[in-house]
């Protein structure tokens, strides 16, 4: 059983230029969610989604768009990366509301 | 609004010590309430959670935490720390129908041998 993979696991970008990063689970859940994690920040909400086909704004969505068009899947995209979005990412996903959450192994990106 | 405030940024503690690792929530409905671990270049795994059956919650690898509503506390302790456990540890507050879980800032534990 995979779980949650996230693809890349690592990624440079130049400042100005695109990507999506892909969030898979094999665990039929409804919930999926976006979070970056910065040294001393713990990690932040950028966006989560509570079914196919739906989105909603965490804490820090600014700079970023997400889509569900899939249940099993959960994109994240940069349409400009800037250096401030150097971060890791993580995805996550839970079967329901208050449920554990499992996550992936994260994406690091480095934006220059 | 949730929030979740994680007490020191780094504690170190001997192998066979005691651990604690603080965890204050603010929420103004009941709480669920998680403590997760993240290892070196991992994603993070659940330790233990509070879903208000019991207030004292028993986790994984001898963890457990107790729920103190009086003082919106969810400490996290270990009778006696292990080289494995040097790990960094988030604490974390989901409430119904938010659909979402608020992270603390996290506490790195070193074991000292």
């Given at each position: 059983?995979?779980?949650?993979?996230?693809?890349?696991k690592?990624?440079?970008?130049?400042?100005?230029q695109?990507?999506?990063?892909?969030?898979?689970?094999?665990?039929n859940?409804?919930?999926?969610?976006?979070?970056?994690?910065?040294?001393?920040?713990?990690?932040?909400?950028?966006?989560?989604?509570?079914?196919?086909?739906?989105?909603?704004?965490g804490?820090?969505?600014?700079g970023?768009?997400?889509s569900?068009?899939?249940?099993?899947?959960?994109?994240?995209?940069?349409?400009?990366?800037?250096?401030?979005?150097?971060s890791?990412?993580?995805?996550?996903?839970s079967?329901?509301?208050?449920?554990?959450?499992?996550?992936?192994?994260?994406t690091?990106?480095?934006?220059? | 609004?949730?929030?979740?405030?994680?007490l020191?940024?780094?504690?170190?503690?001997?192998?066979?010590?005691?651990?604690?690792?603080?965890?204050?929530?603010?929420?103004?409905v009941?709480?669920?309430?998680?403590?997760?671990?993240?290892?070196p270049?991992?994603?993070?795994?659940?330790?233990?959670?509070y879903?208000?059956?019991?207030?004292?919650?028993k986790?994984?690898?001898?963890?457990?935490?107790?729920?103190?509503k009086?003082?919106t506390?969810?400490?996290?302790?270990?009778?006696?720390?292990?080289?494995s456990?040097?790990?960094?540890?988030?604490?974390?507050?989901s409430?119904?129908?938010?659909?979402?879980?608020?992270?603390?800032?996290?506490?790195?534990?070193?074991?000292?041998a």
């Open positions: 059983n995979a779980g949650v993979t996230q693809t890349p690592f990624r440079v970008l130049k400042t100005g695109s990507m999506t990063l892909l969030c898979a689970q094999d665990m859940h409804e919930y999926m969610y976006w979070y970056r994690q910065d040294p001393g920040m713990g990690l932040r909400l950028i966006h989560y989604s509570v079914g196919e086909g739906t989105t909603a704004k804490e820090v969505p600014d970023y768009n997400v569900r068009l899939k249940k099993q899947n959960f994109l994240l995209g940069l349409e400009s990366a800037a250096p401030s979005q150097t890791v990412y993580f995805c996550a996903s079967l329901r509301d208050r449920a554990e959450a499992f996550f992936g192994q994260g690091r990106l480095t934006v220059v | 609004a949730q929030s979740v405030t994680q020191g940024s780094h504690v170190s503690v001997s192998e066979g010590a005691l651990v604690l690792l603080r965890c204050n929530y603010s929420s103004s009941p709480p669920y309430l998680f403590w997760y671990v993240q290892y270049n991992q994603g993070l795994q659940l330790l233990l959670k879903t208000s059956a019991a207030t004292l919650v986790g994984i690898n001898g963890f457990e935490a107790e729920f103190k009086s003082e506390s969810f400490h996290l302790t270990k009778p006696s720390a292990h080289m456990d040097a790990a960094e540890y988030f604490c974390a507050v409430t119904s129908g938010t659909y979402k879980y608020i992270f603390g800032t996290g506490t790195r534990l070193k074991v000292l």
